[in-house]
């Protein structure tokens, strides 16, 4: 997970080996890839675009606040964001809504490819664990439409007074998984169990990496990550 799949930062003898892989792989992939997409002027402002990206796993992402800080249209970021997912270096997650066009309104989460390219902080320990539960899911969600042709999807919920649940999965339009993603702490996440208790056809679940015993708390399973993961249809 701290490496990310790539065998040579995978496999290099050191962590600093590996990191200065990484920032070159950043380098060329916006000037060699990118390019094909966006014009040469704009490479500047699209590398420290998706440097800003790297610390902004996890959570809502404001292009209008970006947009500022780099002094370029919030349309312009909507654009490298756009070249990004088309590129299949970061995907998106959009808030859980039943009216479609309301979540399309409020702002998503992004989530890279490579878990390697996440930058963690003391203030964001878990981004990177986050980060590949997310992708995970998403090939769970991708997996039951290829092969059942079920009309399933990752999302997240947040409320306007800030209460969240890092994701939820909605099959033909109906929640049927609440999960939160912890590193280490098994303390039941409120949010969780307030929307666990506003949609009660949806299973709850708080998956924590290092967990020592797995337990049932009402109606939130409180389960090892590694274990529920390897249980998802792909």
Known sequence: MQRGGFPEPCLAATDDEAERWRVQYATDLVRE????????????????????????VGSPLSLASIARDLAVAPATLKRYLDIL????????????????????????KVYFFDTGMVRVSVDNAGARFENAVAAMLLKHVQFRRDSLG????????????????????AEDG????????????????RPLVR???TFPEAGATQLVAEL??????????????????????A
């Open 85 to 108: 997912q088309a590129l299949f270096i970061v995907f998106t997650v959009q808030p859980w809504h039943r009216n479609v066009g309301r979540a399309l309104l409020q702002a998503p």
């Open 195 to 197: 929307f666990a208790e």
């Open 33 to 56: 890839d990118v390019l094909e997409f966006s014009r040469l002027q704009e490479v500047a402002a699209m590398r420290l675009f998706l440097d800003m990206l790297r610390s902004r």
């Open 212 to 233: 020592r015993q797995e337990e049932q708390r009402g109606r939130i399973a409180i389960r090892c990550a590694g274990d529920w993961l390897a249980g998802l249809d």
């Open 174 to 189: 109906a929640l049927t998984h609440l999960i939160e993603c912890k590193l280490a702490d098994p303390a039941l996440h």
């Open 150 to 169: 079920r009309e399933t999807c990752l999302h997240y919920i947040r409320t306007k007074d800030g209460a969240e649940v890092d994701f939820a999965v």
